[in-house]
């Protein structure tokens, strides 16, 4: 239940402290499983106080049990070892301090270690965080390079030197953190997100030169694990390990067997770049050559042709044949127009010896009437009746007599 406190009524600190001691005590004895940071076993002294701290999170508490519970797995832990603790919380009032009793200490083994990441794998995959399309491809020259790895470690220089001597412009933006250890996981955790954040880092070399399974162990951490799936930059693991692959090797988009082979594998070799570029120039001038000279022998061939040594020559066939063509041309022209002509005149002569004036001209005379009406029979005119006398020179008027 909720206190019912006030600025007029308030709880002694020893009160809150009493209170908070009576919940944690009504809390019973919990398995636990950490990683020892400190063991302290003092000669003579029949307690032995241990911190354990979560490795994937920067939280840790202290525990405390007597000497013959320690001693029962005294050869076999030590600090940095896994164990399973079963415990009882406890509050010290006088320090207002939380603690674990232990009861019993239990070391995780290799064997159940690999079980559980066998079944964290199982698990991350069936989410798609290894599969292949989600990986991104390195650029071809990276201008600047994260790398997070340990202090002065053979992992840094083999990095470090190789890449420079493959490309000596190649540029590091280099963070040294612990890679083995309870302080592991957060602070490589912390540096991968730091080199993501940089606008100008082109890829993420995370290196250690390998180690043994316990080792490797924050490699396989869930939170990293989690943090490299949502890397906006590329990311190399590098971690050196060939028989046991870290989880880390399956969600980066490029895995490398060496902190060595890292290098090689994102830094072109600017020696090997320069070859096949003399390579390639050589192969398109032999290929600029051979289209060269394809086309000069086309040309040639072309020019080769009767048409294309004399183009005169059909021009002057052509025009032989044209001149034949326009000769026939004008003398069929010319005999038609004569036939045409001596049809015309016969024409011409035939319509002059029918036409009326011709008649006329023979001494005829045509006779109409006011209306132009030609007087064919006698009875068609009446006595006194003027009529207008046509005749090859003229005409004139005469009347109709009885």
Known sequence: MA???TPEAPLPVGEVSRLIGGWIDRLGAVWVEGQITQLSRRPGAGV????????????????TCFRQVFDEVADVVGEGARVLVLAKPEWYAPRGQLSLRAAEIRPVGVGELLARLEQLKKSLAAEGLFAAERKKPLPFLPQLIGLVCGRA????????????????????????????????????VRAVEELDAIEGVDVIIVARGGGSVEDLLPFSDEQLVRTVAGCRTPVVSAIGHEPDSPLLDL??????????DAAKKVVPDVGEELERVRMLRGRARRCAHALIEREERGLAHALARPAMEDPHRMLDERADHVASLAGRSRRTLGHLLDRADSELTHTRARVVALSPAATLKRGYAVLQRSDGHVVRDPGEVSEGEALRARVADGEFTVKVGE
């Open 3 to 5: 206190l019912k406190t």
């Open 48 to 63: 032995v106080f241990l911190t354990l701290r979560d490795p994937s999170y920067d939280i840790s508490v202290s525990v």
């Open 153 to 188: 470690s053979a992992a840094e220089r083999d990095v470090l030197e190789n890449a420079r001597h493959r490309w000596p412009a190649v540029r590091f933006e280099v963070r040294n953190v612990p890679v083995q250890g309870v302080h592991a996981v957060p602070q490589v």
């Open 251 to 260: 969600v980066a988009d490029l895995r490398a067997s060496t902190p060595t």
